[in-house]
């Protein structure tokens, strides 16, 4: 009985350690990409949610999103004091992605202002250049790091002319 009762014991004991250690592992994680972010002069987060935030977390700073597939999850806010959907994507229970669609029609005002405050605060875009791809043709400004990216792009849709923003980070 004795000898049960330690294997038992043991079991707890790794099983703990496998716990704290997957949650060390997590958060060291998290803050190395946090570190990268900060070098690379690219966001830590986008509306208080961090690269790497699991599901949980980012329901918890943004109790509002709704899912919108296994893998996306969205809301209606203010970006840059703008109205825009933000979707967030995740991945193996974290944030690997998120992207801003303006509301309002685009226009090359609103689209030259958002250029000027990521500019600012991220460092020099690329010029606009024109993409075809499987998400459709749409004029793109670009800025990539070695471990981040932004794409800031305007594109006709059926719903009319979109911005959109997109944060994501390499693997």
Same mark, same amino acid.
């Given at each position: ?24 592992? =997590? ?19 986008? @509306? ?7 599901? /949980? ?5 943004? !109790?509002?999103?709704?899912?919108? =597939? !296994? ?32 509301? /309002? ?12 405050? @990521? ?7 690329? %010029? @606009?250049?024109?993409?075809?791809? %499987?998400?459709? !043709?749409?004029? +793109?400004?670009?800025?990539?790091? %070695? ?5 800031? +792009? ?18």
């Amino acid at each position: 009985m004795k000898k049960l009762i330690g294997i038992g014991a043991l079991i707890v004991l790794i099983l703990i350690f496998k716990f704290v250690g997957g949650q060390l592992g =997590s958060t060291a994680a998290v803050q190395s990409v946090q570190q990268q972010a900060i070098a690379q002069n690219m966001p830590i987060e986008i @509306l208080g949610v961090k690269w790497l935030a699991s599901l /949980e977390e980012v329901k918890s700073i943004r !109790p509002n999103i709704r899912q919108d =597939s !296994p893998e996306t999850f969205s809301e209606d806010t203010l970006f840059q004091e703008r109205k825009a959907e933000v979707t967030y994507f995740i991945k193996k229970n974290t944030v690997v992605m998120f992207i801003i669609t303006f509301s /309002e029609p685009a226009s090359l005002d609103n689209f030259q202002k958002t250029q000027a405050l @990521l500019g600012k605060d991220y460092g020099a875009m690329s %010029e @606009l250049t024109m993409i075809s791809d %499987e998400h459709g !043709p749409r004029q +793109c400004s670009m800025r990539a790091t %070695e471990r981040f990216h932004i794409d800031h +792009c305007i594109r006709n849709s059926p719903a009319g002319v979109k911005e959109q923003i997109v944060f994501y980070k390499a693997a």
